[in-house]
């Protein structure tokens, strides 16, 4: 029934019940109920006819008179005017500040009579555990001191239900419960019941004949529920997962050369008990097509095929690749930028012969538009200072626009780990040649304290506790202090680092550590560590940088077993060391991380001599070279790795050699040995002796293993090869002092530790175990067959 009709059928009321009677006082048209309240007079309907002399507000609290009269279209002066007097009571309702409104007129005054909405004065949850109040919070409209209304109740359970939609709880049902308080407050309590989980019951795919179910079941990012997947949400159904499971399989299929694949539906069906999703795809897989010609069609001045060729990650006569079309358009890009062109487009064009299932990929090189960086903007920080953020970006303003640029910056952004997510949009300047990139960031917490436990091989069972902070007040700066306390190893180690020391491209840092640790059972002696090191560390581009240090360091060797080795024994005692040391760093890998492909070189020399008691130079280099067997297997968890690394210790005039300076082979270095358990020893004791020349090399293949992906397990296949030797050793002895020396085992010929072993990545920490039973020894190098280590924090 609209306002008219209830006014006019109030006035028809009303005059059977006063006849002739034209200011009676009758009831005010309202729009919704109201408790009843005594009032001294009621005015009548506003009619038509006369001027409004003054205006009469009646029943607020809280809002002003000048507020409720600014929302009205009429003003004293104006005529009684019944369609603009309807359109402030709709426009007084709009506002959500009011449950009752009523207009009313009594002789020349219109009297505005309202009834106020409550004041939430507090939100509370009951029965959550799934969800934090912290987290429902964050999506409520409703919060302490707003305007209370039945539709934004209404509005914050069906948020919290979507909320709790999102992490699989398909079956939970929320109640707000509404408590009133006085001076017209009301404390909103919402009360849950979460449920169960409504997981995924079956994952089906229709249409398939290339690739098995199960095969397809690897590629998308839903999983069917396991007991096994409590650590993972990955077999609870979202929208959002689906539709990205879709472009999964779409990237798939293009990768494996099926040019025509289409996803004909995907839908996910709840069960009737609401238990659990069925989830199913229908696809068309089409033809499996080849790649016919490659071209490159340039339009820039001094530019050929031929220097563009070795960008193609495609040739003739193999089979399609839709990713690799991709990367062979950045490669290009890349390429083209390198070669100083700052605005560069290539646009990559397919031609697919239907019939002979070929595909001819042309990429057109030409002269991008001309866009400068008029101004770079950053929202979102609340904490991380602004130049923090900017210091990564790989263009300024005023620079050329250039994308491969922006994506470097996004991905330096995300490396930082102080940012939950890092978003850079191009959005339009205020001329057709500029651009403005907007940089939106969500932070996260970086402060850390850690306990941990585990147990590994060289240290045994170990507790592990730490307090850390990555982004110290928002400045960059790394600061941490952290404990160890293990069966034959225990530390304490407190350290700052500021990756821009003086807002320049240097890094700067300093530890302090104080480190014991318990040989007995591996060597016949433990060793003592207290000092401090500083550090300075610059970076010539993106992949060259350098570190320097300085290291000052009491070492203390004790314990030393009665019958141990002559030499050992006249090592008792205190050193000092001080040491000054570099590390040259090319780092040409795809993720610092989990690197996939791509090397890394590392050469490293140390000098000690100023002061202390140790005289020596000591260089080390190692390298490693990834190689992704992902095109072989269609698994990016298959790679190769090879590395290796050498090192040699040379005596100054005037220096002591100390056991404790020296290399030794064995354990993480040489799987299948002993730490220390490889090279030369004593003949009589078996006491490892170290040794000043080291090189080792591995081959490991890494590939997964015929389980769900979802456990994180991952396998390998090792080969490690290595020898130590020392030249100081003439005709097996070592003398030690006059007349006291030692009979010493040493050969050259290298040492061979082979086997396998498994990774599993869990929330809990990482877990090694390598199986090494095939080994190539010399007489007295001492084996281990199996390895274990594991860590967590938490």
Known sequence: MTIRAVRLVAACLMSLLVIGTAAAQTPIPRRHPA???PAPARPAPARSGGVIESIKVEGNQRIEDGTIRSYLLVQPGDPFDPDRIDRSLKTLYATGLFQDVRLGRVGDTLVVRVAENPIVNRVAFENNHKLSDDQLHTELQLRPRAVFTPALAESDRQRILDMYAKRGYYDATVEPKVIRLEQNRVDVVFQINEGSATLISKIVVNGNKAF???????VIDSRESRWWRFLSTADQYDPERLAFDKELLRRFYLKNGYADFQIVDASAELSPDRKGFFVSFTISEGARYKVGKVDINIQLRKLTQQDLRPALQLAPGDWYDGDAVGRTADMIEKEVHDRGYAFVDVKPRVSRDTKKHIVDLSFDVGEGPRVYVERIDIVGNTRTEDKVIRREFQLAEGDPYSAEAVRRTKTRLTDLGYFQTVDIATNPGDAPDKAILQTTIAEKATG?????????TDAGALVDIGLAERNLVGTGVNASINGVLAQRRSSINSSITDPYFLDRNLVAG?????????????????????GF???????????????????????????????????????????????????????YRDSKIYPHSGYIIEGGTDFAGLGGDARFVRGNLNAAYYIPLEREF??????????????????????????????FLGGDNLRGFQTGGAGPH????GDPLGGRFLWTQTTELRYPLPVSPDLGLTGRAFVDVGALTDSSFRSGSCIVSPGVSCDVQSSSTPRVGAGVGISWRTSFGLINVDLAPFVYKQPGDQTQIFRFGFGTRF
């Open 35 to 37: 408790p009843a309240r």
């Open 533 to 587: 090191a500083l550090r300075l560390g610059y970076a010539f581009n993106e992949h060259l940088r350098q570190t320097w240090s300085y290291s000052l360091v009491d070492r203390r060797v004790y314990n030393v077993e009665t019958g141990a080795s002559p030499f050992i024994l006249n090592e008792a005692g205190t050193t000092l060391l001080s040491q000054v040391s570099q590390v040259l760093t090319l780092d």
């Open 448 to 456: 850390e304290l850690s306990l941990g436990g585990g147990y590994s």
């Open 634 to 663: 269609g698994n990016p968890d298959w790679g190769l790795k090879f590395s290796g690394s050498t090192g040699y210790m040379a005596l100054l005039p005037g220096g002591r050699e100390e056991i404790i300076d020296r290399f």
């Open 212 to 218: 098995s179910e199960d095969r397809l079941a690897e």
């Open 510 to 530: 300093a530890d302090v550590f104080l480190i014991n640790t318990n040989f007995l059972g591996t060597e016949p002696y433990d060793e003592s560590r207290a």
């Open 682 to 685: 004593d003949t009589n004791s």
